[in-house]
């Protein structure tokens, strides 16, 4: 075989054993997620069955149904849950946008003393483990009788928000270049006017990230939502789905939709947003 | 057997195809430029030299031994491309044995050639930094050390002069060309620029649409271009063309401006064929600053409409024919706007080109 | 009446900070206060005697606390480790595929829209040595009769979960990874095919210079959010079964909320919170190096 001919052929097994193992790392990503969602139109009995029944017979909405009927799954209060969640989540992504684009703008376009250490100190706590705070905060939202309602829960998530919405903010404002604003000035704007009508529009869509961002750390959120909520007043979906696994063990098509359901926003949103999630990182990271 | 050898060598892109067919053959130690406007398909064809395309269609062959799908590193071949590609994370020192430690050299060989190359190319004192610290023209200097550190069997130029400004580029035309005399290796640089193209060369290919337009020396594709693209494509300012008729043993153009047939095409032309006539600037000159003509045409009477002194001559713009024409003017003095000069157009100096074919008769 | 003059970065930083240190600062120094307490939710008031370092002693000397830190410790080397292998051999592999590149990019965030609670419930599913997925798949394939207690056994068990957890955060490398990949100047990988590299010396001289900053960001991200492992674990296993899989965090949550030993409990968090921040100002230090070193900006 002719050197071109040898090299040919490399090429080709070379490309042959990539794909191979792309199709293998990416049958492992999807699988799961895919099982779950199978699952949840299965009934019971199908998934419980042995030998293992591999081709579903019979899908239906059994399992949804249930959930939403009545009391929910055997008493587990899905829809109410999934309102808490989404009130919560709703509200501290606004208090913590707000806050975050205050404090981000801060950041990118002034100097002052101690900017990188409060900067540091900021993102520090978000390093602070969830369960480890939970405990005194349990202590104090006790004492304050903030248990189970959803103003606490609302604070804790807007302060654990804040320092990564305002590492994304800033780096997005430092995309826009400050000339425009002074252009503004020039043309007749006050600095609040030129901030809202020309950085903000520019800065829009890291905006928006960063709160769909945030909105998904709430909606995820289980440590400190599992100590700091008692009853359905206030419980949220992960904490639901929890609960459902510990006492209803044998309920899995059951659990699986409940696991859909909670999935379905933070799909969408991801989705929506999945370009600017990335740059967000990168830029967050990189002008850091 | 030539060193560099392209036989019908095509590239595709889908369906597109960017490059028809090419023939090259290089000899050892020749200086050939690709040149022509930018989409013509020249860096394309040096990078299936290089190994960084892959060939559609023929062959390629480097000292005889064809290597189609042969990557890069085993085609003993260097490259200098156009944005220097330095290694930003490495020194000076770094960058020009980089190629050689990959290699497996000893430290003691590295160090002799990097000490070579960096006092072939004035790099000696920069040899600690890192690219970032240097000038345009200092990184071009290390691209180029890092290529002849190796002694390939050929060098690979791709527009390396580009993000130069004008002053260092003519510098840098110079080192190129002693480097090439001190260095006997076969080189194959490409341009767009004709200066470059016409100083450089021992041969000039000339390109268009993927296509071989001429190759030559750069006398031959100057004095006797094969069609009006490469008559206007080398040399500047660019060639005069004229589109007109053979007419009653005479060539007619527009507004009434008429000359003989020049006496090397009288055999060539018949009557009533369309022509182009193609007459450099150097060629029409006003009466008493211009030298001696051997085909003196009658004496044309045109107003000039811009002058553009440089110093040592003075470009005239004109109209002629309905056209816009450049003359140029020897020993130069104030032109007023609209002043009437009696030019002369030398007709043995021109070029006829048949206007369908756009190639020269011959 | 003199107004006082703020300035306008103090203002619009105020808020953060506030809630800030109204929700985080001061429940970390009630937490510290408590730990040199012997205080107990079931007995108010002992919130109020001081026994200076005893719980921390206690915890030196708990062979359940050194095995849960030690296990903890083991499953975030492994986990970061393996995370940031297969997120740039995952990344590589991507970035060579010439069509359907947004496709594959899309799919691969999908672990990063699951919630740590999420993912650990998939697992608990896949990974039940009845009903699931793993153990129907062996049996089925004829490879086994038995049913491998994944979630029971202490080596399976901790290979679950460590599954499970790089399963989830992969993606965040293999993305910014990835990005990165996209960032490095064409020309230099060019130049070094033609100087004679192997892919495999491009790779380590060119490429992963270039990388070193995606990838400190991406482990510095990552270690932000070490503790979503507690998320996993809880539910997965809850620590158990009999502590096998017990990690700092469910023995601090069982101690504070099952034992209600609060002080001891916070003793032990703040064991946690500084080896998160430990990580964390570890792997900054690192990216701040490794750009200077790239000569960020040439």
Not at chain 1, 1 to 15: L, S
Not at chain 2, 116 to 126: N, R
């Amino acid at each position: 075989m002719d050197i071109n001919q040898q090299h040919r052929f490399k090429t080709r097994i070379g490309a042959a054993l990539r794909h191979i193992t792309l199709f293998v790392a990416m049958s492992i990503i999807c699988i799961p997620g895919l099982w779950i969602v199978l699952n949840s139109f299965r009934p019971t009995v199908d998934i419980m069955a042995k030998p293992p029944v591999w081709v579903p017979r019979g899908l239906n909405l059994d399992n949804y149904r249930a959930m939403f009927g009545g009391a929910g799954e055997g008493g587990v209060p899905v829809v109410q849950y999934f309102t808490n969640s989404l009130i919560i989540s709703v509200t501290s992504t606004v208090i913590a946008i707000l806050i975050g684009m205050a404090g981000g703008y801060a950041f990118a376009r002034y100097r002052f003393r101690g900017k990188s250490a409060i900067f540091i100190g900021l993102l520090l706590t978000r390093a602070v483990p969830g369960v480890a705070l939970s405990l005194p905060l349990f202590i104090v939202m006790a004492k304050t009788g903030l248990i189970d309602t959803h103003v606490g829960l609302i604070m804790v998530y807007v302060a654990m928000n804040v320092p990564f919405t305002i590492w994304l903010i800033d780096g997005f404002f430092r995309q826009v270049p400050p000339d425009l604003a002074e252009a503004a000035e020039i043309d007749g704007c006050t600095r609040w006017q030129a901030f809202w009508k020309v950085e903000f529009p520019v800065a829009k869509s890291g905006v928006a990230s960063a709160g769909i961002f945030a909105f998904l750390t709430s909606w995820n959120e289980y440590a400190l939502a599992s100590q700091l909520t008692r009853s359905t007043f206030s419980k949220t979906m992960p904490v639901g789905l929890r609960d459902f696994t510990s006492e209803f063990t044998i309920n899995w098509g059951g659990m699986c939709a409940l696991a859909v359901l909670m999935i379905i926003p933070a799909l969408i949103l991801t989705f929506l947003v999945q370009k600017h999630l990335i740059a967000g990182l990168t830029f967050g990271g990189v002008k850091g | 057997m030539a060193q560099v050898q392209l036989e019908n060598v095509t590239k595709n892109y889908g369906n597109l195809e960017v490059v028809h067919g090419i023939n090259l053959d290089i000899a050892h130690n020749e200086f050939v430029v690709l040149v022509g406007p930018s989409g013509c398909g020249k860096s394309t064809t040096l990078r299936m030299i290089a190994g960084l395309e892959e060939i559609s269609a023929g062959d390629i062959s480097i000292g005889g031994q064809i290597v189609n799908d042969m990557p890069p590193r085993d085609r003993n071949i260097s490259m200098v491309f156009q944005n220097y590609a330095l290694y930003p994370h490495m020194t000076v020192r770094e960058n020009l044995g980089f190629s050689l430690q990959i290699a497996g050299k000893p430290p003691a060989e590295i160090a002799r050639a990097v000490g070579e190359a960096a006092g072939i190319l004035s790099l000696d004192d920069y040899l600690d930094r890192k690219p970032s610290e240097l000038s345009g023209g200092q990184r071009q200097r290390v691209a180029m050390g890092r290529a002849i550190v190796r002694h390939p069997d050929v060098f690979l130029f791709d527009e390396p002069l580009s993000n130069l400004d004008a002053k260092l580029r003519a510098q840098m035309r110079v080192e190129i060309k002693k480097l090439h005399q001190k260095i006997q290796t076969t080189v194959i640089y490409v341009t767009h620029d004709q200066v470059e193209a016409m100083t450089l060369a021992d041969r000039i290919v000339i390109m268009r649409d993927g296509n071989v337009e001429q190759q030559g020396t750069p006398n031959e594709v100057f004095e006797r271009p094969v069609n009006t693209f490469v008559a206007t494509f080398i040399g500047s300012p660019p060639m005069n063309l004229l589109p007109g008729r053979v007419t009653g043993g005479a060539l007619v153009f527009a507004r009434g401006f008429t000359v003989p047939v020049p006496h090397n095409f009288a055999q060539l032309v018949a009557e009533g064929q369309e022509i182009v006539l193609g007459f450099r600037a150097d060629n029409m000159m006003p009466e008493g600053h211009a030298l001696n003509m051997d085909e003196a045409s009658p004496a044309i009477e045109m107003a000039v409409i811009v002058s553009e002194p440089l110093g040592t001559e003075t470009l005239l713009y004109t109209e002629l024919a309905g056209q816009e024409v450049q003359a140029k003017m020897l020993k130069p003095r104030p032109v007023a706007d609209r002043e009437v000069l009696t030019f002369h157009l030398d007709l043995a100096q021109c070029h006829l080109f048949d206007a369908k074919t756009q190639n020269t008769l011959r | 009446m003199s107004k006082i003059k703020l300035p306008t970065w103090f203002v619009l930083i105020l808020p953060a900070i506030l809630i800030l240190v109204a929700v985080v600062l001061i429940p970390l120094l009630l937490s510290l206060y408590s730990s040199f307490t012997p205080y107990r939710l079931t007995r108010p008031d002992s919130l109020y005697k001081w026994i200076g370092t005893y719980n921390y002693e206690k915890a030196a000397k708990s062979w359940v606390f050194w095995s849960a830190f030690g296990r903890t410790v083991l499953l975030l080397t492994i986990a970061l480790n393996l995370e940031m292998l297969l997120g740039l051999g995952l990344a590589l592999l991507v970035s060579r595929v010439t069509r359907g590149q947004r496709a594959l990019r899309t799919v691969m965030m999908f672990p990063m829209m699951f919630s740590p609670i999420l993912v650990g419930f998939q697992f608990k599913f896949i990974f039940n040595d009845n009903v699931g997925l793993v153990n129907n798949a062996l049996q089925s394939l004829g490879l086994t009769t038995a049913a491998i207690p994944w979630l029971v056994d202490q080596k399976l068990a901790m290979f679950s979960i460590i599954f499970a957890e790089v399963w989830s955060s992969t993606s965040v490398f293999a993305i910014l990874i990835l990005a990165g990949l996209f960032a490095i100047p064409k020309d230099p990988l060019e130049a070094a095919k033609v100087d004679g590299c192997t892919p495999w010396q491009t790779f380590r001289h060119i490429t992963l210079p270039f990388l070193m900053p995606f990838i400190y960001i991406a482990l510095a991200i990552r270690s932000l959010d070490v503790a979503r492992a507690y998320d996993i674990v809880n539910i997965m296993t809850n620590g158990g079964p009999a502590r096998r899989t017990e990690l700092l965090w469910t023995l601090i949550g069982r101690t504070g909320y099952v034992d209600a030993k609060m002080g001891y409990a916070n003793a032990m968090g703040y064991v946690s919170i500084f080896m998160a921040i430990f990580f964390t100002i570890f792997f900054f230090k690192k990216l701040s190096a490794a750009r200077a070193e790239l000569g960020m900006g040439g």
